[in-house]
């Protein structure tokens, strides 16, 4: 299926590895130019040389911390005026409730709500202006159904949904979406890191956990980024202009509920 896409510029952030740069790859092989970030410079630049070799797309790399006021400003200077802005960071840590600190709450909120939410409205006036326009916020399973030790996640992330559920509405004649993409458990760094620590808490190996886990999915395994990367790209497709203030469940059937 041809999205519709080819010579439109991106925005994807946090995109060196995992989610984001399945996003960035998948907007790639539609033809899009992108700007991709991460914190960390050489990891960057390597994903940066594999998506240009790949599919001969103009890749401009810009390593800051995404979540501040001077990361946003660096990345907004590649490109102003992007077509299309995935937002992306790192999740909040996990732990009890009981143990946050106001400094903790601010910095889930800062990361996993503001920072989209300042993203959008740098870059939503050309895209209006332009009449074409798709954001997409990568968000977490977590928003639908609450994991328990996650509540920075939980609430920070729930307010971004909330937020943009409304601007959704206001933008969406001027052929500008905003859709949320929520992944269950994905097979990326992030995930191996948490099988890790749980099989070193339970001295089981790391093969044991991971398969356990993919047993308490009805799919029987994680999703693959390459599916969540497609996911996103139909969603800034031409095609896509009347979805919007939609939040795209992937989590295999995780999620028990009928709607
Ligand atoms: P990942 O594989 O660890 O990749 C995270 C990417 O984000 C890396 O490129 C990382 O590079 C970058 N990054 C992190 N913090 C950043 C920051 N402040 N500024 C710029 N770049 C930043 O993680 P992932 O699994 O793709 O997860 C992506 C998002 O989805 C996270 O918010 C995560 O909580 C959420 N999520 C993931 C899953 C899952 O199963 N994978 C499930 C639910 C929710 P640097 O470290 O170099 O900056």
């Known amino acids: 299926m041809d999205l519709g896409l080819k010579g439109r510029r991106a925005i994807v952030c946090a995109a060196s590895k995992g989610l984001g740069k399945a996003c960035a790859v998948s907007l790639a092989r539609a033809g899009v130019e ?40 660096q990345v907004l200077a590649a490109l102003p005026d992007p077509d299309i802005l995935v937002n992306n960071a790192g999740g909040p840590p996990p732990g009890d409730f009981k143990d946050w600190t106001r400094d903790d709450w601010m910095k889930a909120v800062v990361a996993n709500m503001l920072t989209p939410i300042e993203l959008i409205k740098a870059t939503i006036d050309p895209m209006i202006a332009r009449r074409f326009g798709r954001v997409v916020n990568i968000t977490s399973a977590a928003v639908k159904a609450p994991i328990d030790i996650l509540g920075l996640s939980n609430g920070a992330r729930t307010g971004l949904h909330g937020f943009c559920a409304g601007l959704a509405r206001k933008v969406v004649k001027h052929n500008v979406t905003i859709n949320a993409v929520l992944p269950g458990p994905f097979d ?72």
Do not use: W
């Open 188 to 259: 990326t760094d992030r995930l191996r890191s948490t099988l890790k620590f749980e099989a070193q808490k339970s001295g089981r190996s790391e093969e044991d956990v991971a398969k356990a886990r993919m047993a308490l999915n009805p799919s029987g395994r994680f999703g693959q980024p390459a599916e969540f990367g497609d996911a996103c790209a139909f969603l800034c497709s031409a095609q896509a202009g009347y979805i919007t203030g939609h939040n795209l469940l992937m989590d295999g059937g995780g999620y028990p509920g009928t709607f």
């Open 34 to 73: 992108l700007v991709i970030n991460a914190r960390t410079a050489d990891a960057l630049e390597r994903t940066a040389s594999e998506i240009r070799r790949e599919h001969g797309v103009k890749v401009t790399a810009v390593a800051c911390d995404i979540t501040t006021p001077d990361g946003q400003k």
